[in-house]
């Protein structure tokens, strides 16, 4: 892993294509299905009953859902 943090090792192109393929399609398909649900749930008048607490980890500094 310290070869590749200092650029000293490439990724592999098909690694590349997988990611960007996999990114493209989560926010194609799963993000776009989130979004459908979320509006159908505001035009019912639900959203406001959710409620989402955001925690940032201090020693990951990564955001957690509680």
């Known amino acids: 892993m ?3 943090n200092a650029g000293k090792i ?3 192109q098909s690694f590349v294509y997988f990611l960007r393929d996999w990114v493209l399609n989560h926010i194609a398909v799963n993000d776009k299905k989130l979004g459908a649900h979320l509006l159908e749930m505001k035009r019912k008048g639900e959203l406001e ?3 989402l607490k955001v925690k940032r980890s201090e020693e990951t500094s990564k955001l ?3």
């Open 49 to 51: 009953q959710i409620v």
């Open 2 to 4: 310290g070869e590749f």
């Open 10 to 12: 490439n990724a592999p």
């Open 64 to 66: 957690q859902i509680i």
